[in-house]
């Protein structure tokens, strides 16, 4: 393979890597599904990683004894690591909950799938002009309710 053909194959590498691997950078006015397209990628790969450090960190006795559980223990029984970070899980967890089950609804059972119809510019996709779009603003005034009924349960304690 020519030096022609390689720049050729890599001519849209940007746009790919734009679009695909860092989807959050596409400007989209007007668009909430975007919001909730970044904030679900957001909150799941945070959750992700936390439930990874708290695999490892349970793990701790096991690996390093006891002494070392202790020492972790006391630097995360800080304010910082304790119920401030509980909180901002809590909020990422019942977010992502909330806009996965919208997301079954409507991708697995087909729940508020409208009519196909021929695209005109600005295209609006008519799958998300109404019932969809009611789901998606459900789970926006829902999720900051049920993140302070959980912040109060974990800030009371």
């Not at 950078?25 to 799941?44: D, M, Q, S």
């Not at 945070?46 to 002494?67: D, S």
């Not at 079954?104 to 799958?127: A, D, N, R, W």
């Amino acid at each position: 393979m020519g030096l022609t053909d390689r720049v050729r194959q890599y001519r849209n590498l940007p746009g790919f890597l734009q679009a695909s691997l860092n989807p959050w950078l596409i400007k989209a006015r007007n668009n909430p599904e975007r919001l909730a397209f970044v904030l679900h990628r957001v909150t799941g790969f945070t959750v992700l990683l936390y439930l990874f450090l708290h695999i490892i960190v349970t793990n701790t006795p096991a690996r390093a004894g006891w002494e070392a559980w202790d020492s972790l223990m006391e630097a995360f029984g800080a304010a910082l690591f304790n119920k401030v970070g509980e909180f901002i899980i809590a909020g990422f967890v019942i977010f992502h909950g909330m806009n996965g089950i919208r997301l079954l609804l409507t991708e697995f059972f087909g729940v508020c799938i409208g009519k196909p119809e021929k695209p005109k510019p600005p295209y609006i996709p008519p799958s998300f002009k109404a019932c969809q779009r009611r789901l998606l603003y459900l789970v926006f005034a829902l999720w900051p309710i049920l993140w302070a009924i959980a912040g109060y349960i974990i800030f009371k304690g």
